[in-house]
């Protein structure tokens, strides 16, 4: 697994909103982010997948991490996946990729 977010792959829409794949892992000691797999980042959940606890730990760990209100964060697919993708609004690409950069150290 990489430690940096330069092996993030992020998608910007039309809207001008940033996407990104996460893969979930439910029932962590911690949450956290936690690195880069496959493009795709990392994100360690202590909630566990159960009536959508853990997505919305994913979206609270996710605003923390790159510091803006959870409204600005959206799952916009795989409510019932590990895989996710997730819609991040009101900021740009190289502000993401800066943001989860500092998450990861």
């Given at each position: ?36 797999r ?5 994100v ?48 740009g ?12 150290r």
């Amino acid at each position: 697994m990489k430690m940096s977010a330069n092996a993030l792959r992020l998608v910007v829409t039309r809207e001008g909103a940033v996407r990104f794949e996460v893969l979930a892992k439910p029932r962590a000691r911690t949450s956290r982010v936690a690195g880069v797999r496959e493009e795709a980042l990392v994100v360690q959940l202590a909630a566990p997948p159960v009536d959508g606890a853990a997505n919305a730990e994913l979206i609270e760990t996710l605003a923390a991490a790159l510091s803006v209100p959870r409204r600005d964060v959206t799952l916009v697919r795989g409510e019932a996946a590990r895989t996710k993708l997730v819609e991040v609004r009101a900021l740009g690409a190289d502000e993401v990729r800066a943001r989860l950069e500092l998450a990861l150290r």
